[in-house]
């Protein structure tokens, strides 16, 4: 564990010790209450631990040190603790709406059944216009389909319509038919005094227009900048902002606010009474297997590229296979007649996107770098450890590329199978780390 | 099966512009609708504008190859759903296609669900192609983020709006561009009063979200302060067999999400 | 006598041949479209042009040059000779001794031209041009042999009755076939159809500025209201169809073309004949020379009427030309394949609107930001934000416009952009940028065949160039130079352009800059071909590498014959695949010579010899070396003009 960040590490602050042993420091009272003061309950109420004090000696009976609260090893235990876990499991004060005078409702994206971090924002937004309105608003997240490890509370929602399917209807999928039809059951019901969603290409865009169009209601589209007032839209191409009242259907960028993260919110379930019954016209024959071989270079989310350095071609696409990564190229391996034209990454080929780009055996043209600028995580595997690539990469192996996605795609093969050894090391790790805090 | 002579497609097109000059040009995704509705009707596919459109503008899409441009005359005030209502219903129309927002003024997108709720069609978001039409229904592939798709089966008529997914349009040719007619005729002009109170400004640029680090200690603080900024060249891994390296690659690969 | 009348006859029916088939062949150019000439003119200037300009170039193969004088020239004069003595039976001492000389002359020519043809080299066409060699020995032989028996030079009975008849017999066979190969054939396309047509071509050249050492390069403009560039062999100038006639396949240009070296489907004497198919209709069966690489012969088809681009020429061929113009340079019958091949694209561009792979995106990027990588065209400065360059907006007027070219948005040619500028301030030179308001060129969007695109550039420019007052141009760009220089003309622009290897050898001749000794090891000199070929600048880039020191080693093809970089007529951008990269080859010159810099001119070649895998020559432009070369002398002007002033205070 080497790579323990130094706070981490016990250490015992002779200062501190002293100061807490000497009752006429000036600080005495101010570093005694630090150290032992009280917390904030799960009602928001200050709690002091009575049991809090003391430390278990080294023949495992525990010690209260009169001196006030903390010294000798045991305030580095402590000290510690406070560091590592201590801090994680800090409970928020928890922000209850008895009777609300209104709502504004969010829906969110729940893509991959996960809130994403544009669902956080619209929820902080949501607060902002509440908090900005007169009388008691609650926020009204509205999820439709399956959740996993969706914390709505924490999150921001002070109620919750979580629905996983219409009339026996599970709500996957394409559906914005029936989610419309719940959507409108939501305005007959509580009508909310915004409606806010993500403006985003997960489907929160979508039903948004729709619920607008409904309605009836001119939504503010691409909203960056709002109050209960004005709202700032970014207009086409992005080169224009339009000022304009505060509409009540709001499709939000991203960022438009930050999230929630200094309370808890009660998410308290609501039940709709009736939900129209709808005919969906449009029929969802499901996802379509696509070949990550065959998506775009611009719109892939996971490139291994291969340059001049890659020997074994087979191998390389096989390892690309496993790990299910769209390739891309350097100009060299193009011109090789390697690779495809339209596999050649850089800026006389295409300009990626990628989330994480592994770089195999290129060095690094301008061209190519210029190419590669927006991806965020940049892997470069390489036998030279002076080239361009390296200094751009985040991360950079340097060997023989053959030897490496040899056992890259191990690594891949048996992650595949489930019971891989690597997993298991991975398990073991993490229960390595446990002690370690333990 | 393409291009099918009895199917009526019509594209909805408008005037885009650069994102980096701002020069007026055809809209990036309205141009893919109009290589949609190409492969599917042939050059018997309509175009449809409304507004007083930038003659460059359109005629790049008549410079794809289409004889016709039909441009319903409306003032740049205007708004355009009444005139295409009355467009659609006065044209018969099976597949409605157009970009998901315009490149210029508000950019809303939402023409194609007033349409949609308007004439009571279905409209179906974001595709990438359409595969086939059998008993008035037509399979459609919808585009979803980093390259994945979904099929649907709408019924004609229906409205779609194209995705970036789509395949490229064609290179605009400047001959046909220039020979193609742009027949104007005058529509439901109504005037969007809304808008006229709103005021257009050019872009602020956002600020960048900081990872903000509300920090509890002082120590929490000066790790903040002090850390490597990210970016500022990367951990490079020399020594060790290739088995350790590559499973640096996969830990990287793993913790980013790309490898499931 | 038999051949008393049988001779006459021959030539008449010949001679008749002849002139119906040039005829035929006169209307066949005609279904061309109308270009201006001037007809007596050029025909008085078409000897001229035969034996001083088209000479020059063949010249260049000594042997070759005197066989094509003995054998052309004796078989000119021996026609000349031969008609008023067998046609109309003048017998004269004056007439027989000349057209002795002359078939002699000519059969000596002959000669080296079957040795010649005995072990062809590969760029040497085959099929017809096999048999020319053996009809050039017997019609010069059987005249030669005739006038020495009928001239009376000889004694009586110098053979007897039965060697006579036997002899006349011969003399038949072989003034027969000589007659059919060299008047017949002239006139129905046989290989001798390259006299016929070759002369007026010369005659009719469209561009007659060529001739008399003159150079003319530019592209002609498209007339944007009427036809957009070829689409069928009768969408060609009448005057080009006459000049693909021309072509005596000696496959020159085959031999220096980039592209056909580098295995991309482009042959010039092949895509030439192929027009020659195009105008007289037919197939390509008879071809019997080098096919575009990878290409079957045979296939192709075609018409006047009939689209060229699939059918008789695949797209492909005419994108895979560089536009370097090493085959125009080396066609010894002055033929314009460039002009053809931009024609055709131009039809494939404006018409079709299919300019392949980066093509379309380069031109849109063109029309909407003025800039073939779509970069925001505000941000053209940003590459000198350090450097405080003077505006033209601001000075209005300054003795030298540099003109930056899209060398700004990338990052390598900003490195010769900027060394330049070091140079410019060095030796105080009075200059200004047109910044934001420059526009490309133009040139990428013309050799792509977007003639409307580069009109509205070039008009663009040449407005905003109205604006102010200058000198002269200078650029680092060689393209640019040769667009603005020849081709803005045509729109009315008309400037004084230096390329920037000229005016930094003007600048140490006039002792402004100061240079040190270049301390690296071996240099040698690429030659861009729009500096070089284009431009006829191949001495200044020289003179200054000697300033600084440098003997260039030579590579083998170097000056006029410059093998190209590969990086010309959008041919990185249009990307046709070849089984070899061009750059790569001309860097393999470089290698061959033991180079360890490769000094250049151009950020295009810069571009290309530096996307060649290392290890690799060194590639500096000439600007850098210069820049990195400079003594820089800023602490002695300072007290240079401090010290007067010193003086007058004691």
Redesign the interface.
Known sequence: MSDMPISDVPRRDPRTEWILRNRLHPQHDELVAASSGPVRGPSGLLRKNPRAVGYIGPNGLKRIDRSAGFSGGAGGVSFRSRGRSGQAEVELPLHTVEQPDFYVAVVVDLAAGRLSGHDKDVLGQAHQLVNATEGEGAVLAIALGEAREAAFGKAGADRLIHLTDVQGEPLDGYCPERKLAVLEAVECEFEPRYWLFPDSVHGGADLGSRLAARLGERPAVQAWQVDTERTVCRGGSQLTDWHRPTARVMLLAAECALPIDETRHEAKPLELTVIPPVTPRIEDLGPVDVDPSKIALSEAEFILAAGNGVRDWDQFHAVATTLGATEGASRVAVDDGNMPRFRQVGATGTWVTARVYVAVGISGAIQHLQGIGQCDKVVAINLDDGCDMIKRADLSVIGNSQGILGELLNLAESRQNGTGADTADLAIDTREEERHVA | MWPDPNLKVATLVSVGQHPKSGRARRAEQDARAVELGLKMAGTRSRLVNVGAGDETGLRQYLGMGLPELMQVKAGTEADAVPALVEHLKTHPTDIVLTGIRAEQGEASGMVPYLLGEQLGWPVVSRIADIQKIEDGKADVLQALPRGQRRLLRVPLPFIATVDNAAPEARQYAYGPARRGQLAETNGTAIVDEARLEWQETPAKPRPKRLNVVKAKSAADRFKAATAKPQGQGGQVIRDGTDREKAEAIMELLISEGVVR | MLLDWLLPTLLIAALALLAIGAIRRINLWRAGQPEAVKLIAGLMAMPRRYLVDLHHVVERDKVMSNTHVATAGGFVLSMLLIIPVYLFGLESRWLTIPLLIATAAMFTGAIFVYRRRRNPPARLSKGPWMRLPKNLLAFSGSFFLLTLLTSGLLPENFLGVWGGWVLTAILLVGIASGLSELLFGMGWGGPMKHAFAGALHLAFHRRPERFGGGRSTGLKPVN?DGA?GVAEPKDFKWNQLLGFDACVQCGRCEAVCPAFAAGQPLNPKKLIQDMVVGLAGGTDANYAGSPYPGTEVGKAHGNPHQPIVDGLVNADTLWSCTTCRACVEECPMMIEHVDAIVDMRRHI???????P????EV??NL????NP??????SRMNWAADLDLPLMADKQEAEVLFWVSDGCFD??SQRILRAFVSILKAANVDFAVLGNEECDSGDVARRLG?D??FQSLAKHNIATLSQYRFKRIVTTDPHAFHVINNEYGDFGGHYEVLHHSTFINELVEQGRIQLDRFKGGTVTYHDPCYLGRYNGEYESPRALLKALGIEVSEMERSGYRSRCCGGGGGA?IT?I?GEH?IADMRVDDARQVDAETIAVACQQCTAMLE?V?EPRPEIRDLAELVADGLVVEAAEPGPAKTRPAVEEVH
């Open positions: 944007l957009l561009t404006l018409e079709r609107g299919e300019t792979n980066k093509g379309a031109l849109d029309i909407a930001t003025d990588g779509g970069y925001d065209p505000g990052m390598r977007d409307a695109t990185p990307d695949p990269r996307g895998v």
